[in-house]
């Protein structure tokens, strides 16, 4: 088995499931943050290079997350997994998006450089995260507003919990044959933002609605909130093909992975807001 892994992203969504994941499994783990804080943190930041080097030194395998909110993060990744490679790191488990076939501009072209530059690698391929809904998501403000706002029309999407990607993703870091694939990850079922809003309705007892705008409008929204124009742009292209089924699939990846059922919608909701309430 690869390790230790380092887990980029470690506070994050995915990295810090990944990270609680393997540690539950024995795995030894390096989690890399921009501002560590305990024994097994380790400091990273794309914004400075150097420190990539000794938060790789004497890893066997890397969860590797983009740098977040940037278009195209080629720039940064090809020198990243160049370094990598250099320190004889075996095996890359690559975080991109069932949005984003290999191939495709920014992320999409980190594909390739992962089949090519790690030894042993794989690339999961996620559709849109149950966590959207809370946290600082743009969807979480929608939740408190008992209005979700989108570009996607009656479009839907095979929502998944962050915690089955990251079971997904601990056994590509450890499996002891490397999977060198690519897995296209969904929840059980394909939802619209109307039905998740009936069921966040169901679920808190408040009114929640779905409002469906024009993708330019949407893309504005996402600018006023704070993320950079492009970016802003990316994101709200992504609504515009949800909104012509790109993103009406579902997959058997994550039972077929974990031998248990991926988590429903509902589930997360009642998890998520009986608890918190
Ligand atoms: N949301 C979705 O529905 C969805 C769907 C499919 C795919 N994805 C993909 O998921 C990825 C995001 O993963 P995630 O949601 O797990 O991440 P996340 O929660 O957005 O953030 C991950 C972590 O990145 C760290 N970070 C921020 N700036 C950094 C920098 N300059 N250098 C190093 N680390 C930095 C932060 O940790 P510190 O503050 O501790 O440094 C943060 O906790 C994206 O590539 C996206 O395309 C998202």
């Given at each position: 088995m690869p390790e230790p892994v380092l887990v980029l992203g470690a506070t994050g969504t995915t990295g810090s499931r990944v990270v609680e994941t393997l540690t539950r499994q024995g795995v030894s783990v390096r989690a890399a943050t921009r501002t560590p804080t305990v024994e097994n943190q380790v400091r990273f930041d794309w914004a400075a290079p150097e420190t990539w080097a000794a938060a790789l030194?004497?890893?066997?395998?890397v969860y590797l997350i983009a740098p977040?909110?940037?278009?195209?993060p080629v720039p940064l990744l090809e020198p990243f997994l160049r370094e990598s490679a250099r320190q004889g790191v075996r095996r890359v488990v690559l975080l991109s998006s069932s949005a984003v076939p290999e191939g495709a501009p920014g992320l999409g072209a980190a594909h390739r450089l992962v089949r090519e530059l790690a030894p042993e690698w794989t690339v999961l391929r996620p559709s849109w995260f149950m966590q959207n809904f809370t946290g600082t998501h743009p969807h979480a403000q929608g939740v408190e507003a008992g209005e979700l706002v989108t570009a996607t029309g009656r479009g839907r999407v095979g929502f998944i919990d962050a915690a089955d990607i990251a079971v997904v993703a601990a056994h590509a870091l450890t499996a002891?044959?490397?999977?060198?694939t690519e897995l296209l990850l969904t929840g059980p079922e394909a939802l619209g933002y109307s039905d998740v809003a009936a069921i966040l309705a169901e679920v808190t007892g408040r009114p929640m609605r779905h409002r469906s705008v024009a993708v330019d409008e949407f893309a504005a929204r996402l600018t006023e909130l704070g993320y950079p124009a492009d970016f802003s742009a990316m994101l709200a292209a992504l609504d515009g093909d949800i909104r012509r089924g790109a993103q009406d699939q579902l997959t058997s990846t994550v039972t077929d992975l974990t031998g248990w059922p991926a988590r429903s919608f509902r589930d997360f909701a009642r998890k998520q807001w009986t608890t918190a309430r």
């Amino acid at each position: 088995m690869p390790e230790p892994v380092l887990v980029l992203g470690a506070t994050g969504t995915t990295g810090s499931r990944v990270v609680e994941t393997l540690t539950r499994q024995g795995v030894s783990v390096r989690a890399a943050t921009r501002t560590p804080t305990v024994e097994n943190q380790v400091r990273f930041d794309w914004a400075a290079p150097e420190t990539w080097a000794a938060a790789l030194r004497g890893t066997a395998a890397v969860y590797l997350i983009a740098p977040i909110g940037v278009a195209d993060p080629v720039p940064l990744l090809e020198p990243f997994l160049r370094e990598s490679a250099r320190q004889g790191v075996r095996r890359v488990v690559l975080l991109s998006s069932s949005a984003v076939p290999e191939g495709a501009p920014g992320l999409g072209a980190a594909h390739r450089l992962v089949r090519e530059l790690a030894p042993e690698w794989t690339v999961l391929r996620p559709s849109w995260f149950m966590q959207n809904f809370t946290g600082t998501h743009p969807h979480a403000q929608g939740v408190e507003a008992g209005e979700l706002v989108t570009a996607t029309g009656r479009g839907r999407v095979g929502f998944i919990d962050a915690a089955d990607i990251a079971v997904v993703a601990a056994h590509a870091l450890t499996a002891e044959v490397s999977l060198d694939t690519e897995l296209l990850l969904t929840g059980p079922e394909a939802l619209g933002y109307s039905d998740v809003a009936a069921i966040l309705a169901e679920v808190t007892g408040r009114p929640m609605r779905h409002r469906s705008v024009a993708v330019d409008e949407f893309a504005a929204r996402l600018t006023e909130l704070g993320y950079p124009a492009d970016f802003s742009a990316m994101l709200a292209a992504l609504d515009g093909d949800i909104r012509r089924g790109a993103q009406d699939q579902l997959t058997s990846t994550v039972t077929d992975l974990t031998g248990w059922p991926a988590r429903s919608f509902r589930d997360f909701a009642r998890k998520q807001w009986t608890t918190a309430r």
